[in-house]
């Protein structure tokens, strides 16, 4: 036979790490890591295998696990001793994150990212306060009789969260996490504005260094199943597709993500990972900024589950989402498989 072209001369051993395209680094990768104010002993989360929810005082003990595999940075999650419909302790100056980011921030060098959002806070779990009309309807305070029914259906028209409002929370919380020590802020909470938000009041606060990483393409998504139950972060009604955005939609992402580079976001993520690699790479062709993809708790947990099962290899099947979500265009990854990845890439495997 005689071809001209043969692919597979370049992917004889010796040469195909020379002509790779992609490499993964441990310094790629951001930890989740989750503090509650509940426990005074770590808790395994059942449905993510080997996370777990940590006390305060075993923050830094957390973070030097981390750091040990060579993750640099992490991404902190806070878990309340209470909540209310306005989520009150998400600005806390005593509140479980503002405490576990000055601890890590001075006993260690990790790079603390801290999420911004409020339905770890709020009774209600949405992602802030509720509407007027709905509060007054049910008498000051939680969701509205007859409007939740036993199936949590609930309709979206009769219910909303309070966009404006939540604005002034999400202030009030990033300076509180700036204040605190916090190296970078990621609102998570999809709300209109609050890029534009934050920034105002972290520049107003003296932290016009302290950059925003936006969870700018936030898709309203049954991955994030696994994640509720460690942070206790579900709406115990209805559902978020009023604020985060339609799987359905790749061009809306753009529209949305120009409003947060308008607004000043130094990062921008798209979220989930896998199922939206469309987006991470449209993303990455659009815009000069790093991109981060969240490679979040539903695709972590499916993964794990499968292997359970001995029906996929683990560690590859880890290694090759990561390496997909980079080649996609990701610049970061958040990830549950930080640690375990990043000490088989140490390892040389
Ligand atoms: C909201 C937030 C969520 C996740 C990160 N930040 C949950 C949600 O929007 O319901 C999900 C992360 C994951 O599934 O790993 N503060």
Redesign the pocket.
Known sequence: MDLTHRPRRLRQDGIRSLVSETSLEPSDFIA?IFVDATTDERVPIESMPGHERVPVDEAIARVEEVRETGVEAVML?GIPESKDPEGTRAWAEDGVVQEATRRITSETDAYVIT?V?L??YTDHGH?GPLAEELRGESGGGGVPEGTCGHDGAVSTDTMTVDNDATLESLEKIATSHAESGADMIAP??MMDGMVGAIRGALDEAGFKGVPIMS?AA?YESA??G???DA?D?APSFGN?RHY?MDPANAREAIREVELDVEQGADVLMV?PALPYLDIVSDLRREFDHPIAA?N???EYAMLHAAAEKGWLELDEVALESLLSIKRAGADLILT?FAETVAEGLSAGS
């Open positions: 989740p999650f999420d959002c339905c770890e992602c998570s909470g969870y936030k991955f994030y696994p994640f509720r942070a972060g978020r985060q979220k969240y979040v708790s539903g549950y």
